[in-house]
């Protein structure tokens, strides 16, 4: 039973364009939203959340959209930057559960100069 | 501060051996979790810990066994390693203040197959 879903294996944009990375949820006591990037050989490092209780969040070159009637988020960079070419995963949290969080299986974002 | 360390970073196991991956943090962080990430899957919780002597099951816990005697440490045993536990391992902490957010502090991982 996947709660948390990224339908897309891979994405690539050209540098300086928008990349859009999407994840659905299933479970609706999910309470917040978190995007995690990966490098290779290295651990996720946190990059941005959202709070159920809002529709956008935004810090500097990412912005994270929910629509919660969709059950939907999405991460927003603009401009990509070859930098940003790692992997992707969307994580929720139930309150009830504390910091468990529950990640997608994570979307490869190749960024080309 | 050196954050998440965990050790070793590569092992190769025959089917059968057992074995312990370390997991350390210097953030003085009540909670730490094991993940495990197989290809195309996402990370799943293994087990995880809200403090030292109190540890529960996560999704994935068969096939493993966590101790936490102290806040700093979180050791994965691994018994009677079998194909299906090969994977990367993380662990990750976070301090319960942190649980407005969620945030999760990560090591680099470990990487462990078994032959």
């Known amino acids: 039973d996947q709660q948390v879903k990224q339908n897309s294996p891979s994405l690539s944009v050209q540098e300086g364009r928008i990349s859009i990375l999407n994840c659905d949820y299933t479970n609706s006591m999910f309470d917040y939203f978190l995007w995690y990037k990966k490098y290779p050989a290295e651990g996720p490092t946190f990059l941005i959340s959202?709070?159920?209780?809002?529709d956008k969040n935004e810090d500097g070159r990412f912005t994270v959209f929910l629509n919660k009637s969709a059950k939907h988020l999405s991460l927003h960079i603009v401009p990509s930057q070859p930098g940003d070419s790692a992997v992707y995963f969307c994580a929720a949290r139930k309150r009830t559960s504390g910091s468990r969080l529950t990640f997608g299986e994570g979307t490869q974002l190749t960024v080309n100069p | 501060n050196a954050g998440v360390t965990q050790t070793p970073k590569f092992r190769i196991l025959k089917i059968g051996q057992s074995m312990t991956l370390q997991c350390a943090q210097d953030m003085n962080h009540n909670y730490m979790y094991w993940y495990r990430q197989d290809p195309g899957m996402g990370l799943k919780l293994i087990y995880y810990s809200v403090g030292a002597g109190i540890t529960d099951k996560g999704e994935v816990p068969n096939g493993y066994n966590v101790s936490r005697s102290t806040t700093e440490d979180f050791p994965l045993r691994l018994e009677l390693a079998a194909p299906s536990q090969t994977s990367v391992y993380f662990c990750a902490s976070s301090y319960d203040s942190n649980w407005n957010t969620g945030e999760l502090f990560f090591g680099e991982g470990s990487r462990l197959t078994v032959l």
């Open positions: 959202i709070s159920s209780i809002k």
